[in-house]
């Protein structure tokens, strides 16, 4: 069981360490762990925030464990040497398209979510994102208009087997959750999201135990603060799913609680190839002080487990660990409480 580690920069490696010290502590047969360098560590060591090495790591392992990349040091550079670079060139080069972000309310977590107790608690919700596509990965650039007025421009678009490849993602996940998915576009004004909706019906017919509805993004997040409860599994774009998912984790109480996964089709000897990691940032403004966080990133490790390697019983048993020490009131600053990293990591140890 090869995981590349890729703890990144700012507070990644701190949340990463406790993640693999939960995964070590399973005592898995067979499982090795190798260490590479992500975004702006990457640069500052290799010149690119993606290096080879790295690339070549990923490519030969069976899932990724990923931390976080950011730093206010290189937002200066070019576009393509940014450390965000090294996650986007990460999903296109391993053909990771699909992320599935689950945000559920731990009990008793209600209160510290910005919805009221009784709208918090009905979260259960899982929003899958297209990677590949839209204007993330578009043409791109800046301009010279009129009068020497710059213009910025971003290509977005969807081809019908773009949509088609992370359509069925969603009605699968839709089938082994609660049967109901909810299309969010924006089809009214854009014809990228009348395909996107044309193509989403189509691939509709194939799941005929699955309701599909619509909705204008516009819409979704006023309901998803209104009424959380009504939506089981959201399918939307690259765009509007990074905006959505945040969305859904202040809801939920906290970033610091939100895990993804990246999957795509490719087949290992134990599952789905998949790259992991927590939705928050690199959060310099904390790094090196050991306060932030990890459990976003431990239930990452939980969800590769489930999805990259079929041991839902041991994921099972790290989420449990999680929500019985949120439940025991172990809580980081970011929940209101005073614990740092690596406390929150032996909390759940013990748990384990």
């Not at 209104?226 to 799913?241: A, E, H, R, W």
């Amino acid at each position: 069981m090869k995981i590349a580690i890729f703890p990144g920069d700012g507070i990644g490696s701190e949340v990463t360490r406790e993640a693999v010290r939960v995964l070590e502590a399973l005592d898995l047969p067979g499982l090795t762990l190798f260490e590479g360098d992500v975004g702006a560590i990457a640069y500052h060591r290799h010149g690119h925030p993606l290096p080879p090495e790295t690339l070549a790591m990923a490519n030969a392992s069976d899932a990724v464990l990923f931390g976080a990349v950011g730093d206010p040091s290189c937002d200066n550079l070019a576009r393509h040497l940014r450390p965000e670079q090294a996650v986007l060139g990460l999903r296109s080069e391993l053909g990771l398209f699909a992320n599935l972000r689950p945000a559920t309310v731990f009990s008793g977590l209600e209160d510290m979510s910005g919805l009221r107790p009784e709208l918090a608690r009905t979260i259960d919700m899982l929003i899958v994102r297209e990677l590949n596509g839209d204007v993330y990965f578009g043409d791109k650039g800046i301009r010279e208009i009129d009068g020497g007025e710059r213009e910025g421009w971003d290509m977005m678009s969807y081809s019908e087997s773009e949509v088609r490849r992370i359509a069925h993602s969603g009605f699968q996940a839709a089938q082994k959750r609660g049967g109901k998915l909810c299309s969010v576009d924006k089809a009214n004004v854009l014809e990228t999201s009348q395909v996107w909706r044309d193509t989403v019906i189509a691939v509709a017919r194939e799941y005929p135990d699955v309701e599909l509805s619509h909705m204008y993004v516009d819409n979704a997040a006023m309901q998803m603060v209104k009424d959380p409860g009504q939506f089981d599994v959201i399918l939307t774009g690259n765009l509007f799913g990074d905006i959505l998912s945040d969305l859904a984790s202040m809801c939920v109480g906290s970033i610091g609680l939100l895990a993804s996964a990246s999957l795509g089709e490719r087949q290992t000897d134990y599952g789905t190839f998949g790259l992991y990691e927590p939705i928050h940032g690199s959060a310099p403004d904390i790094a090196g002080q050991g306060k932030a966080n990890p459990m976003a990133t431990i239930l990452s490790a939980a969800m590769m487990l489930r999805h990259s390697f079929g041991k839902a019983d041991q994921a099972e048993r790290i989420e449990a660990a999680v929500s019985n020490a949120l439940a025991d009131g172990i809580r980081g600053g970011d929940l209101g409480g005073t614990l740092g990293t690596q406390a929150i990591g032996d909390a759940v140890l013990e748990r384990l």
